[in-house]
């Protein structure tokens, strides 16, 4: 199998010449500047890489290409406000590298500055920071203030909305691995190699943003065109002018007839000419004429029939039948009436009292009764009195009259009469829509439009007539009605209509088209030939942009970014599954691959699986809970593995559910990362702790100490140093060393009492050391009650432990003992406590002892 060097450098060949070049100088690390990328543009652009390099670009020059990523280390985090329940105005701080270890007991805060962490980095899972939610304050605004070292530069940030820089740390806790076994992951990792492509494909990103600078330059100096007539030939000769056309064919678009400038003269005036005689413009107007005819023939013919002789001597008539009627019902009110108080009774004021009071009577007085309301102790409508006999009889005297055959025809009549008068009268015989009208008609046939105004002033006068005859009585002769012009209107309509459909279109068009074509051509032509040297230029600007054009495609990134792409499929899932398997057999997992899901330009995405599983299941469901753990932190020491920025890593209680065998290599495995980057552990367990100081001892690796414990009953305080049950023999030692010194300072001003504790608690802890050697530096090494095992090769250090030597531990031991408070003192021995000089001579015998026990363990 060929390597992605010698691949990359066969690809190489088949780009185009000057991308050749560029990758062969990519390969030799001169870096393009920004004057180099304008040069650079200008040569491709002018076609100077016609030909590839030679020697053409080698494998071997491709292994020594770079492309640095910025490593990113935390620095410190300090002032947490309303982050769970810490404490605030603390700083919580790291080693710029190596390994730092976070030490606190569970609830004494260490997650919390853990939570910011996971918050800000990269992590496969991601959770809410709570504040304070036992106090009032546990909404108000969340705050922590961080600093980081990006290649070595301190630069601060504030979370929540810190820098995405910080995205380069990777984060890792019990959650985080959940979801590595359930989800598909993304490796981001990409050959060294690969560095030439993506460096290229930078560069082409360069080029182009330069050569569309030119293109913008060369759009803006287009030269402004005349506006030519759509569809003449010059028109269409500039619609498709390119950077191919020749002056020949330029001239040939301007070239114009002799004795052109005559012509075209002649062109316009028969043009407007015939446009001024347009049979199309004749034919809408006799059809337009013809239809204002026939609006007047329907008015003439409306006036006509309501002022008819018929119904004109029908009106007459229905007013005489109710003058009669009515003459016949005042006779019959004035026979009845005679001896009543008033006269008048029955005409037609009375008979509108009559009906007022009626009304008054129905609607108001008495509703829902007929009227006139006589019965006893009604009122009368009009006085308001109570009705006597008499007046009750009288009324209802006048209601049988006016209910009397007679007098109701001679309502009915009298209405009938009223209709006819109120229809003649809203008769509009010259409304000025008929005038206006007859404005147009008279350009056409100026004696109809007179006949029709003089018919209809004539029947304005018999309308005036009858309607006086319907009012007063008067008598008149009707005089016969003029003809009406209904019929000549008729007529010329028609006339009009045949006339313009009998106008010949299309002829008079084509010829009207061919003059107004040749007349636009002309012009256009002219037009084209006053700008042939402005379109000479714009020919020239057209050819320079297509070459501007081409060079441009040759700075297209895709088909680079594809073969990005196979060569990170082909070579990345390879390297990534081997590295993978090597974790998990470290972690003492078998059968687990590694199965792709997807990925695009070197991000691989993949999720474990189970190898050789006959039945499909997830890894979760057949995996222990320490089985689990041990695969989440294969697949992030994999992913760290492949990190190229060699950025932070920093894992929360990593070894939860993990059994002694698997937590020693975790251990082992932290510290071989803290070899070339920072690493920050948080956790609670002591043994955890002790497998990282001694495989940091292993790899002479120095463990930075932080601790995170309770002040009070308030979380977070912050320490540089571990408590007293979590340090190892030489913290230890130098912790007594100063607590010895303070002893010292202090003796003059201590009673002997206050002596004999302080000199206790010194002596115990001194105790306490000497076990600690002696579990740390001979029994865990040779046998651990943890891991169950015997590790023959170091047992010679009991060989090597001589009589002096173990006598030497027995009296110290004991020594220790005596002054530590352990028991009561008896009091025949009447204790009293060592002296200074005795103490640091103990502590000078527990150092040289230690020391000497260490050199036994080399010797091995």
């Known amino acids: 199998m060929s390597t992605i060097e010698q691949e990359l450098a066969e690809w190489a060949k088949t780009r185009h010449p000057w991308q050749q070049h560029a990758l062969l100088r990519i390969a030799t690390g001169k870096a393009y500047a920004d004057t180099d990328v304008v040069a650079l543009a200008v040569d491709i652009v002018m076609g100077k890489y016609a030909k590839p390099p030679s020697p053409a670009l080698k494998a071997s020059d491709i292994s020594g290409v770079s492309d640095p990523q910025a490593t990113v280390a935390l620095k410190c985090i300090r002032d947490l406000s309303n982050v769970n329940a810490l404490l605030e105005a603390q700083e919580l701080t790291f080693a710029d590298a190596g390994l730092t270890v976070v030490f606190g007991d569970n609830g004494s805060g260490k997650s919390g500055y853990a939570r910011v962490i996971k918050g800000v980095a990269s992590a496969l899972h991601h959770q809410e920071i709570h504040g304070n939610v036992f106090e009032a304050t546990a909404t108000s605004p969340q705050k922590a203030d961080i600093t980081y070292l990006l290649n070595g530069t301190e630069t601060p940030t504030t979370w929540p909305n810190a820098a995405d820089d910080l995205r380069a740390v990777s984060f890792y806790d019990d959650a985080c691995g959940d979801k590595y076994l ?11 190699s690969l560095a030439i492509i993506d460096q290229l494909i930078a560069l ?10 030119q293109v913008t330059h060369n759009r803006s100096n287009r030269g402004p065109f005349p506006v030519l007539s759509a569809g003449t030939e010059a028109a269409s000769f500039l619609s498709k002018l390119n950077s191919t056309t020749t002056e020949a064919e330029l001239d040939a678009a301007c070239a114009l007839p002799d004795g052109w400038e005559a012509r075209h003269g002649w062109l316009i005036q028969e043009e407007a000419r015939l446009t001024a005689t347009n049979p199309m413009k004749e034919r809408s107007r006799l059809q337009g004429l013809a239809s204002k005819l026939d609006e007047i023939s329907k008015h003439v013919h409306e006036v006509a029939d309501a002022l008819a002789d018929a119904k004109v001597e029908q009106a007459k008539q229905t007013r005489q039948s109710a003058t009669q009627l009515r003459a016949a019902a005042d006779l019959a009110s004035s026979g009845s009436f005679d001896d009543e108080p ?8 009375w008979r509108a009292l009559w009906e007022a009071a009626r009304q008054y009577s129905e609607q108001e007085a008495y509703k829902a009764q007929s009227f006139p309301m006589t019965s006893e102790n009604a009122h009368c409508v009009l006085c308001q009195q109570v009705l006597g006999a008499e007046a009750a009889d009288r009324l209802g005297r006048f209601h049988q009259f006016l209910t009397d055959v007679t007098a109701a025809s001679a309502d009915q009549a009298e209405l009938t009469l009223e209709g006819i008068k109120r229809g003649i009268d809203d008769l509009e015989l010259a409304p000025a829509r008929i005038s206006s009208l007859l404005v147009t008609v008279e350009s056409e046939d100026p004696d109809l439009a007179k006949r029709v105004t003089e018919w209809l002033t004539s029947m304005e006068e018999r309308k005036d007539a009858v309607l006086q005859h319907l009012s007063n009585g008067e008598d008149f002769t009707l005089v016969a009605a003029d003809e009406s012009p209904e019929t000549d209107l008729e007529v010329l309509a028609t006339s009009l209509r045949e006339k313009a459909k009998d106008i010949e279109v299309q002829g008079f068009q084509d010829t009207l088209k061919e003059l107004t074509d040749e007349k636009e051509d002309l012009s256009a032509r002219s037009q084209l030939a006053a700008a042939r040297d402005a379109v000479k230029t714009e020919i020239t600007r057209l050819a320079e942009l297509k070459t501007l054009e081409d060079a441009k495609k040759l700075t297209a990134t895709t088909a680079i970014s594809k073969k990005a792409s196979e060569l990170t499929e082909e070579h990345v899932t390879a390297l990534v599954r081997n590295e993978f398997i090597r974790e998990t ?26 190898l050789g599983a006959k039945v499909s299941k997830p890894v979760d469901e057949v995996l222990s809970e320490g089985e689990q753990t041990a695969l989440g932190l294969a697949g992030f020491f994999t992913e760290a593995h492949f990190d190229s920025s060699k950025s932070a890593l920093v894992l929360d209680d990593p070894v939860t559910s993990l059994d002694h065998i698997r937590r020693e290599y975790v251990a082992h495995r932290i510290v071989e990362f803290s070899g070339d980057r920072q690493v920050i552990v948080f956790t609670h367990d002591l043994a955890f702790l002790r497998d990282l100081v001694l495989a940091a001892r292993s790899e002479d690796v120095t463990i930075t100490e932080r601790m995170v414990q309770h002040r009070g009953s308030q979380p977070g305080l912050v320490s540089n140093e571990y408590p007293w049950k979590a340090k190892d023999v030489g913290s230890r030692m130098n ?11 202090k003796r003059e001003d201590l009673t002997q009492g206050e002596y004999e504790d302080a000199c206790a608690g010194w002596a115990g802890k001194l105790s306490e050391t000497w076990e600690r050697i002696i579990s740390m530096e001979i029994v865990d090494p040779i046998f651990t009650p943890v891991e169950h095992e015997v590790r023959p090769r170091m047992f010679k250090v009991f060989r090597q432990i001589t009589d002096d030597d173990d006598k030497e531990f027995q009296e110290s031991y004991g020594r220790c003992s005596v002054w530590a408070r352990r028991h009561d003192k008896s009091q025949a021995l009447n204790y009293v406590a060592p002296e200074i000089h005795e103490l640091e001579n103990e502590l000078a015998h527990v150092k040289e002892w230690h020391a000497r026990i260490r050199q036994y363990k080399n010797n091995n």
């Not at 003492?588 to 695009?600: E, F, N, P, S, V």
């Not at 912790?735 to 300072?745: R, S």
């Open 182 to 192: 359930t989800g598909d992951s993304e490796m981001t990792y990409r050959p060294s």
């Open 204 to 213: 082409c990103d360069r080029v182009r943003v330069e050569i569309e600078n």
């Open 342 to 349: 008033l006269p008048g009774v029955g005409t037609l004021t």
């Open 585 to 610: 057999e470290r972690l003492k997992l078998r059968k687990i691959d590694l199965k792709k899901t997807g990925g695009q330009k070197g991000r691989l995405k993949h999720r474990p699986s189970l």
């Open 735 to 745: 912790e007594l060393t100063q607590l010895l010194a303070e002893l010292k300072k």
